[in-house]
C-alpha cells in the first residue's frame, strides 16, 4: 500500500507526528487531572463537557475565522463521524467507569491499540511489521492478564465495554485522518479551523442531545436518566470555570494534536502511542497532589506491571510502526 499519510507530513507544517503524539498524552493527562479536580469540587461531568466543548469551538474560530467553505466542511459526513466518536466515546467510557476502577478503565480500554491495528489492516490494507506484531502481543497479553483480577461479575461487561471504546476511538482516529480537508490543509491555521468547525459540530450534536434529553426528565415523559445534569448544574461556579478552562486550553490542544498526528504517522500508530496515557496520568497525578491541586487518590500500585507491560508491548508497536510512517 501506498505510504499516502507519509508524503503527507513531510508537508504538514507542526511539530512531527511522534512528538505530537507524545504531547497529545500529556494533555489528556491534563484533562484526566481535571476530571479529578472536579469530582472534588462537585463539578457535574456531562455539564462540564457541554460547557468545554462550546468554548473550544468558540475559541479555535474566534482565532481563525470559519472560512469561506465553513458550510462545505459542517456538513461533510466524516465531520459528523468524527463528532459523534467524540461524544460516544465520553458516553461509553462513562458507563465503564461505573463498573470499575479508573484504573482498570483506563487499562482496559487500551485494547484499542489492537483494535485500531486490526481496522487499518481490514479497511486500509496496513499489514503491520513483524515487530509491530509482537507488541501487539504483548499489549493483549498483558490486558487480558490483568482483567483475570477483575470481579468476575463485572469482567465480561467491563471487557465489552473496553471493546466498545477501542472500536469507537479508532474509528474516529481514521474517519480524522481521511477527512479531506484535513488531509489537505498544509498549515497550522488550516488544522485550527478545521478543528474548530468540527468541534462546533460535536458540541452542537452534545448539546442537542443533553438538553432534549433534559426537557423530556422536566415534563417527566422518561424518568431521571443517571448522567443527564438539571439547569443547576450549568449554574455551578467551579463546572463553569472549569469548563471554560478545560476548553479553552485543554481540549482545543488536545483535538488540534489529534486532527495533526494521525495525517502525519497513521491513526493506528496513533492509537498506539496512546496506551501510554494511563502512565502519564499517574505521573501527573501524583505531581498535582504533591502541588496541591488534587487532594489525596488512592493509587492502585497493583497495576504498575501491567501499565509498564503495555508501555513496553507499545514501544514494539511504535518501533514497527516508524518504518511504515516515516
Aim: proline fraction near 6%; aromatic fraction near 8%; charge should be positive.
Amino acid at each position: 500500500m501506498t505510504n499516502d499519510a507519509g508524503v503527507s507530513a513531510s508537508r504538514v507544517a507542526g511539530l512531527n507526528g511522534w512528538v505530537e503524539s507524545g504531547l497529545f498524552a500529556i494533555a489528556l493527562a491534563v484533562l484526566n487531572i481535571s476530571y479529578g479536580v472536579g469530582s472534588q469540587t462537585g463539578v457535574h461531568p456531562v455539564a462540564f463537557l457541554v460547557i468545554a466543548m462550546l468554548v473550544a469551538a468558540l475559541c479555535l474560530l474566534a482565532l481563525t475565522g470559519p472560512g469561506p467553505d465553513w458550510a462545505a466542511i459542517v456538513r461533510h459526513p466524516l465531520s459528523f463521524v468524527v463528532g459523534f466518536g467524540i461524544i460516544a466515546m465520553e458516553a461509553v467510557y462513562y458507563i465503564l467507569v461505573q463498573h470499575s476502577t479508573p484504573t482498570d478503565g483506563s487499562l482496559l480500554v487500551r485494547l484499542n491499540v489492537p483494535m485500531a491495528a486490526l481496522l487499518g489492516l481490514m479497511f486500509f490494507g496496513r499489514r503491520p511489521t513483524w515487530l509491530a506484531l509482537l507488541g501487539q502481543a504483548v499489549v493483549c497479553a498483558a490486558i487480558f492478564g490483568f482483567a483475570l483480577h477483575i470481579d468476575a461479575p463485572n469482567r465480561a461487561l467491563n471487557i465489552t465495554l473496553a471493546v466498545g471504546c477501542g472500536a469507537i476511538m479508532s474509528g474516529r482516529a481514521f474517519a480524522t485522518e481521511f477527512h479531506p480537508w484535513n488531509r489537505s490543509a498544509k498549515t497550522i491555521r488550516e488544522k485550527l479551523r478545521l478543528t474548530g468547525l468540527v468541534l462546533l459540530v460535536t458540541s452542537m450534536l452534545g448539546s442537542a442531545i443533553v438538553f432534549g434529553l433534559m426537557a423530556l426528565t422536566a415534563q417527566g415523559v422518561t424518568p431521571p436518566l443517571a448522567g443527564v445534569p438539571s439547569i443547576h448544574h450549568f449554574q455551578h461556579p467551579p463546572t463553569i470555570l472549569l469548563g471554560l478552562f478545560v476548553g479553552a486550553v485543554v481540549l482545543t490542544t488536545m483535538q488540534y494534536l489529534g486532527f495533526s498526528v494521525v495525517v502525519k504517522i497513521q491513526a493506528q500508530n496513533f492509537i498506539a502511542t496512546t496506551a501510554l496515557i494511563p502512565l502519564v496520568t499517574l505521573a501527573m497525578q501524583l505531581l498535582a497532589v504533591h502541588l496541591g491541586i488534587l487532594a489525596p487518590v488512592p493509587v492502585d500500585w497493583s497495576a504498575l506491571p501491567a501499565m509498564l507491560l503495555v508501555a513496553a508491548g507499545v514501544g514494539l508497536v511504535i518501533a514497527g510502526g516508524r518504518k511504515i510512517a516515516r
